[in-house]
C-alpha cells in the first residue's frame, strides 16, 4: 500500500518520526541507537569526572600519585576497548549486532554498578579492565551507523553519533557533580549503571536488526565472496594516504580530548576553588565544554555537506591550538571555564570532520571495516592520554598536558595538510573504483 504522498504525511507534507520514508528506513534504527548512545554516555558521565575524587577517598592522597592512578584508571578501560574493536566487530557480523549492543550495555550494568562496593583502587583497577574488556559501546556505535546508513549518507549518520555522544555530557556532569556533593560519590555509580538498564532496554525493545540487512541497502543475500573482497579492501586501505591520515587525525584528536578529564578537578582544586564546591564546578566545566561541543558537531556536520570538510577541519584545528596553550597558564577557575567553552566551538566538531571526509572521499567498499578502525584507533588515542596526562601531572605539573594539547594540534595540522594533500592526489580515481564491492555504484 502506498503512503508515499498520502496519508503518511502531516499539512506541510513532514512525515512523522514512525513514518518515514522506505529510503529513509534506515533512519529509524539510528535514531534508537543515537537514544540508546545518549542514556548510556550520560550515566558514564555520572561517574567518569569523579573517579579521581573517589581515587582519593580510597587512600590515594598525595596529588601525584592520585593523577597517576586517574591516569591509569581512565586510560585502561578504553584501550582495551579500542584493541578489540576488530574482535567485537567481526563477532558482531556472526552473531548479530544487536546482541553485542545487549552484551556491552548488560557489562556496564553489573560492573558500574560495583564501583561503588569497592574498598580500594586495586578492586577499581579490576572493574576497570571489565569494563574495557567487554565494554566497546562508543566504537560499535560508529561502526554501526556507518553501515545503517547508505552509502553516500554515511558522514552524516557517524556525524549524529558522534554528536550524541558529546550532547550526552551537556547536563550530565552539572547533575553528577549536584548529586556528588549532596548524596556522595556512591550514588553516582547506582545511578549510572541504572541508566545503562535504561540503554539495555532501548536496544531490546526497539531495535529491528533486519533493517539493515534487506531494506537499507536491498543487499540482504550479499554472497560470501563479496563479503571476502569487502574485507580484503580493508587492509587496502592502510595503503591508502588518505585512510593514514584519517588515522592519525582520529587517534591524536582523542588523545586532546580526553587528556583533559583525569585532572580537571585536581587542577581547578589549585584555582582557587570552594573546596566544598570542586564538583559542582567541575560539572559545570564539563558540561558547557560538552554543550559547545555537541553545538559544534552538528553545525559543522551539516555545514561540511556544502563546504569541504578538510577545510574546515584545518580551521578547527588552528582555532584548537590557539585555545589549548592559555588553558595552561590560567590563574582562576573561571578563566578555565572560558576558554572550555570556546574550545568547545572550535575542536567539538573535528572528529565528526573526519568521519565526514571518510565518508566522502575513502573507498565505497568495507566501510564497517574502515570506520570501525578509525573508531578503534580514535578510542586508542582517548586511552593513551590518561597516562600521559598522568605521567606530566606526577613529574612536571598539572597545566603541562595543556602544552601538550597544543603542540599536537599544530603537529596535526601539518600532517592533516600533507597527507589529504597527497591522499586527494593518488586516491580520487583509481583507489575508489578498485575498492567498490560488488552491487555498489
Same mark, same amino acid.
Given at each position: 500500500?502506498?503512503?508515499?504522498?498520502?496519508?503518511?504525511?502531516?499539512?506541510?507534507?513532514?512525515?512523522?518520526?514512525?513514518?518515514?520514508?522506505?529510503?529513509? =528506513?534506515? #533512519?529509524?534504527?539510528?535514531?534508537?541507537?543515537?537514544?540508546?548512545?545518549?542514556?548510556?554516555?550520560?550515566?558514564?558521565?555520572?561517574?567518569?569526572?569523579?573517579?579521581?575524587?573517589?581515587?582519593? %577517598?580510597?587512600?590515594?592522597?598525595?596529588?601525584?600519585? =592520585?593523577?597517576?592512578?586517574?591516569?591509569?584508571?581512565?586510560?585502561?578501560?578504553?584501550?582495551?576497548?579500542?584493541?578489540?574493536?576488530?574482535?567485537?566487530?567481526?563477532?558482531?557480523?556472526?552473531?548479530?549486532? #544487536?546482541?553485542?549492543?545487549?552484551?556491552?550495555?548488560?557489562?556496564?550494568?553489573?560492573?558500574?554498578?560495583?564501583?561503588?562496593?569497592?574498598?580500594?583502587?586495586?578492586?577499581?583497577?579490576?572493574?576497570?579492565?571489565?569494563?574495557?574488556?567487554?565494554?566497546?559501546?562508543?566504537?560499535?556505535?560508529?561502526?554501526?551507523?556507518?553501515?545503517?546508513?547508505?552509502?553516500?549518507?554515511?558522514?552524516?549518520?557517524?556525524?549524529?553519533?558522534?554528536?550524541?555522544?558529546?550532547?550526552?555530557?551537556?547536563?550530565?556532569?552539572? &547533575?553528577?557533580?549536584?548529586?556528588?556533593?549532596?548524596?556522595?560519590?556512591?550514588?553516582? *555509580?547506582?545511578?549510572?549503571?541504572?541508566?545503562? @538498564?535504561?540503554?539495555?532496554?532501548?536496544?531490546?525493545?526497539?531495535?529491528?536488526?533486519?533493517?539493515?540487512?534487506?531494506? +537499507?541497502?536491498?543487499?540482504?543475500?550479499?554472497?560470501?565472496?563479496?563479503?571476502?573482497? %569487502?574485507?580484503?579492501? +580493508?587492509?587496502?586501505?592502510?595503503?591508502?594516504?588518505?585512510?593514514?591520515?584519517?588515522?592519525?587525525?582520529?587517534?591524536? &584528536?582523542?588523545?586532546?580530548?580526553?587528556?583533559?578529564?583525569?585532572?580537571?578537578?585536581?587542577?581547578?582544586?589549585?584555582?582557587?576553588?570552594?573546596?566544598?564546591?570542586?564538583?559542582?564546578?567541575?560539572? &559545570?566545566?564539563?558540561?558547557?565544554?560538552?554543550?559547545?561541543?555537541?553545538?559544534?558537531?552538528?553545525? +559543522?556536520?551539516?555545514?561540511?555537506?556544502?563546504?569541504?570538510?578538510?577545510?574546515?577541519?584545518?580551521?578547527?584545528? +588552528?582555532?584548537?591550538?590557539?585555545?589549548?596553550?592559555?588553558?595552561?597558564?590560567?590563574?582562576?577557575?573561571?578563566?578555565?571555564?572560558?576558554?572550555?567553552?570556546?574550545?568547545?566551538? *572550535?575542536?567539538?566538531?573535528?572528529?565528526?570532520?573526519?568521519?565526514?571526509?571518510?565518508?566522502? $572521499?575513502?573507498?565505497?567498499?568495507?566501510?564497517?571495516?574502515?570506520?570501525?578502525?578509525?573508531?578503534?584507533?580514535? %578510542?586508542?588515542?582517548?586511552?593513551?592520554?590518561?597516562? @600521559?596526562?598522568?605521567?606530566?601531572? #606526577?613529574?612536571?605539573?598539572?597545566?603541562?598536558?595543556?602544552?601538550?594539547?597544543?603542540?599536537?594540534?599544530?603537529?596535526? &595540522?601539518?600532517?592533516?595538510?600533507?597527507?589529504?594533500?597527497?591522499? #586527494?592526489?593518488?586516491? $580520487?580515481?583509481?583507489?575508489?573504483?578498485?575498492?567498490?564491492?560488488?552491487?555498489?555504484?
Amino acid at each position: 500500500m502506498a503512503r508515499g504522498e498520502g496519508s503518511g504525511t502531516i499539512g506541510t507534507g513532514r512525515r512523522l518520526f514512525w513514518e518515514l520514508a522506505p529510503e529513509d =528506513a534506515w #533512519k529509524r534504527n539510528l535514531y534508537v541507537v543515537m537514544f540508546a548512545v545518549f542514556v548510556s554516555f550520560t550515566g558514564f558521565t555520572f561517574v567518569l569526572p569523579f573517579l579521581p575524587l573517589y581515587i582519593t %577517598q580510597l587512600g590515594i592522597t598525595n596529588q601525584g600519585d =592520585a593523577a597517576l592512578w586517574s591516569g591509569l584508571l581512565f586510560g585502561i578501560s578504553p584501550l582495551l576497548s579500542g584493541v578489540l574493536a576488530p574482535f567485537w566487530s567481526i563477532l558482531a557480523e556472526r552473531r548479530g549486532r #544487536k546482541v553485542m549492543l545487549q552484551r556491552s550495555l548488560a557489562a556496564f550494568v553489573i560492573l558500574i554498578g560495583l564501583m561503588a562496593f569497592v574498598a580500594n583502587v586495586y578492586q577499581l583497577l579490576v572493574l576497570r579492565l571489565g569494563i574495557g574488556l567487554f565494554g566497546g559501546v562508543s566504537a560499535m556505535s560508529v561502526a554501526l551507523a556507518s553501515t545503517i546508513a547508505p552509502r553516500h549518507r554515511v558522514g552524516e549518520a557517524v556525524g549524529m553519533i558522534q554528536a550524541t555522544q558529546l550532547a550526552s555530557g551537556v547536563a550530565a556532569p552539572f &547533575i553528577g557533580g549536584v548529586v556528588v556533593d549532596a548524596f556522595g560519590l556512591h550514588s553516582s *555509580f547506582f545511578l549510572a549503571s541504572a541508566l545503562c @538498564v535504561v540503554a539495555f532496554l532501548i536496544i531490546t525493545f526497539a531495535y529491528s536488526e533486519e533493517r539493515e540487512y534487506g531494506a +537499507v541497502t536491498g543487499e540482504a543475500n550479499t554472497s560470501v565472496a563479496a563479503k571476502a573482497k %569487502q574485507r580484503d579492501s +580493508v587492509r587496502n586501505y592502510l595503503h591508502l594516504p588518505l585512510f593514514v591520515g584519517l588515522l592519525v587525525a582520529a587517534f591524536t &584528536i582523542q588523545f586532546v580530548d580526553k587528556s583533559f578529564g583525569p585532572l580537571l578537578p585536581l587542577y581547578i582544586a589549585t584555582l582557587d576553588a570552594p573546596a566544598a564546591r570542586i564538583g559542582t564546578i567541575t560539572g &559545570i566545566v564539563m558540561t558547557l565544554g560538552a554543550l559547545t561541543g555537541s553545538i559544534a558537531a552538528v553545525v +559543522v556536520g551539516r555545514i561540511s555537506v556544502k563546504v569541504e570538510p578538510r577545510r574546515l577541519l584545518f580551521i578547527s584545528l +588552528v582555532g584548537g591550538a590557539l585555545l589549548c596553550l592559555p588553558i595552561a597558564f590560567v590563574a582562576h577557575w573561571w578563566q578555565l571555564l572560558v576558554l572550555r567553552f570556546f574550545l568547545g566551538f *572550535f575542536t567539538g566538531g573535528t572528529l565528526t570532520l573526519v568521519y565526514a571526509i571518510g565518508g566522502r $572521499d575513502l573507498p565505497a567498499g568495507a566501510k564497517m571495516g574502515a570506520f570501525g578502525t578509525l573508531a578503534g584507533v580514535g %578510542q586508542i588515542g582517548g586511552a593513551a592520554a590518561p597516562f @600521559v596526562t598522568g605521567a606530566l601531572s #606526577k613529574w612536571a605539573s598539572l597545566s603541562a598536558i595543556f602544552i601538550v594539547d597544543a603542540v599536537l594540534y599544530l603537529l596535526l &595540522i601539518v600532517w592533516v595538510w600533507r597527507m589529504f594533500d597527497r591522499g #586527494k592526489a593518488t586516491e $580520487d580515481a583509481p583507489a575508489r573504483t578498485s575498492a567498490l564491492a560488488p552491487g555498489d555504484d
